[in-house]
Nanobody
């Protein structure tokens, strides 16, 4: 079964940057669309960004457009989420997820999930 591992979270000041990584150890991600999601305490899980298996399609939630960039390096079997100009409201547990087929920002589309990495934006 495909297993995903997120890394790169941490504590950052408002306006700062982080780069999250989503990696798979035993299976190639080449054929999977990947999504990034986040969930803050007391809130529902929110789709942040997604990228198709080829990398040719990318989408972002309105709340992160212009600040976050999703990319993938299939040679490294890794998908990245570059997060710039971070705000306190970006604080959440961030998950990556994988699916076969057309990607989107709806969590129900995804079959495989990582355990998450915490991002905290505070001064």
């Amino acid at each position: 079964q495909l297993q995903l591992v997120e890394s790169g979270g941490g504590l950052v000041q408002p306006g700062g940057s982080l780069r999250l990584s989503c990696a798979a150890s035993e299976f190639t991600l080449d054929y999977y669309g990947i999504g990034w999601f986040r969930q803050a305490p007391g809130k529902e899980r929110e789709g942040v960004s997604c990228i198709s298996s080829s990398g040719g399609y990318r989408n972002y939630a309105d709340s992160v457009k212009g600040r976050f960039t999703i990319s993938r390096d299939n040679a490294k079997n890794t998908v990245y989420l570059q997060m710039n100009s971070l705000k306190p409201e970006d604080t959440a547990l961030y998950y990556c997820a994988a699916m076969e087929g057309l990607v989107g920002l709806e969590a129900a589309l995804y079959d495989y999930w990582g355990q998450g990495t915490q991002v905290t934006v505070a001064s």
